[in-house]
Nanobody
Framework: VQLQASGGGLVQAGGSLRLSCAAS????????MGWFRQAPGKEREFVGA????????HYVEAVEGRFTISRDNAERTMWLQMNNVKPEDTAVYYC????????????????????WGQGTLVTVSS
């Protein structure tokens, strides 16, 4: 599975941004997908994940209620809708795919994720 993230940019605090992750390869629907982010000088951290069918999601507390992950397997795309963004959301965002369920994803899961996309930079100005 090949993943390509896009949609990053500069946004003011309180604004919105939508990231996309386009996937190619076979059997995309066999993978759970998600997002991680890495701020300058910090380790990569988990943001959220979505199940194969899109029916289940799991988010880190810091983005719960502000960020929403969705996917369309027919379009081979996953999205991260970011609302009410904060300066602390500034980071390079990475999309990922793995066979493990969303509930298993967390900060430490970056060690075993099967597939990564390249990052897309999100900068939130105050």
């Amino acid at each position: 599975v090949q993943l390509q993230a896009s949609g990053g940019g500069l946004v003011q605090a309180g604004g919105s941004l939508r990231l996309s992750c386009a996937a190619s390869g076979r059997h995309l629907s066999a993978y759970n997908m998600g997002w991680f982010r890495q701020a300058p000088g910090k380790e990569r951290e988990f943001v959220g994940a979505i199940s194969r069918s899109g029916g289940n999601t799991h988010y880190v507390e810091a983005v719960e209620g502000r960020f929403t992950i969705s996917r369309d397997n027919a379009e081979r795309t996953m999205w991260l809708q970011m609302n009410n963004v904060k300066p602390e959301d500034t980071a390079v965002y990475y999309c990922a795919a793995d066979s493990r369920p969303p509930s298993a994803w967390g900060d430490k899961s970056s060690r075993w994720i099967d597939y990564w996309g390249q990052g897309t930079l999100v900068t939130v100005s105050s």
